[in-house]
């Protein structure tokens, strides 16, 4: 048992301290498990001011550099001035976004924020065609496979089953007219049981993901840092 007995890496090392700093940052906000406190807040603060930090790094290294100041000074250099001005107008449009910080200026704002969204509206509304549309057009299955064109996925049975709870849950939101029919009331009920099954998959999925991060997490302080059956 001596094997198991904790004895924790030492910091006098790089990558000692690396462990020792993750092993703090996460018994910090473990403790959040007993009550608010100090610790907790430090290192929550911490973490939100590091992928503040990262986000702006990232920003400037991934898209002000490679995709505005070089085409602007590449274009100024080879004198390609359509290349300048749309960097120029791209400067332009995200500094109105400063308009918001003044009381006289921040109609500025409104006009890149107006572009903003329409532009991201368009993009949503393309998105969502090209993703809805292909799983409406995959629903339309046929209960009827031939036996040579039959898979795993693909055959009678699955393709029955996939129908009936198609239609059951859609049912369930057909609100166009009272659901008095006891046809269609019982549709309703089948497909209200179907789809808690399913956010019942999609919760347990959620809190699997959340355990296997915790497991990850104890068994790093285990091995890594008290270097338990080292």
Same mark, same amino acid.
């Given at each position: ?7 924790? #890496? ?13 092993? &703090? ?13 100090? %610790?907790?807040?430090?290192a ?7 992928g503040? $930090?990262? $986000? ?12 505005w100041?070089?085409p602007?000074?590449? $274009?100024?250099?080879? $004198? ?20 918001l910080?003044?009381?006289?200026? &921040? ?14 509206a ?22 009827? &496979?031939?036996?040579?064109? %039959? ?5 009678? #049975? ?9 239609? %059951? ?38 809190i699997?993901?959340r ?20």
């Amino acid at each position: 048992m001596t094997g198991w007995l904790p004895h924790p #890496v030492s910091p006098f090392s790089y990558q000692g301290l690396t462990i020792w700093l993750g092993a &703090v940052a996460t018994l910090a906000i473990f403790s959040f498990l007993f009550r608010e406190n100090r %610790a907790y807040r430090f290192a929550e603060h911490t973490l939100l001011g590091l992928g503040i $930090g990262f $986000g702006v790094a990232t920003t400037i290294t991934d898209i002000i550099i490679p995709k505005w100041w070089n085409p602007l000074t590449e $274009g100024w250099g080879q $004198g390609h001035w359509g290349m300048v001005a749309l960097a120029l107008t791209e400067l332009l449009l995200g500094l109105l976004w400063y308009g918001l910080y003044h009381r006289r200026t &921040v109609w500025l704002s409104r006009i890149v924020m107006g572009l903003s969204i329409g532009a991201g509206a368009g993009l949503a509304f393309k998105a969502e065609i090209n993703d809805k549309l292909p799983q409406i057009i995959a629903s339309f299955k046929s209960p009827y &496979v031939p036996a040579a064109e %039959a898979t795993a996925f693909n055959n009678p #049975v699955s393709n029955t089953v996939f129908v009936v709870v198609m239609l %059951a849950v859609l049912s369930y939101f057909f609100f166009s007219v009272e659901q008095r029919h006891p046809v269609l009331r019982t549709s309703s009920r089948i497909g209200r049981v179907f789809l808690m099954l399913t956010f019942g998959v999609f919760f347990s999925n959620a809190i699997m993901t959340r355990m296997s991060v915790f497991i990850e997490r104890v068994w790093f302080l285990l091995t890594q840092w008290l270097r338990m059956g080292a």
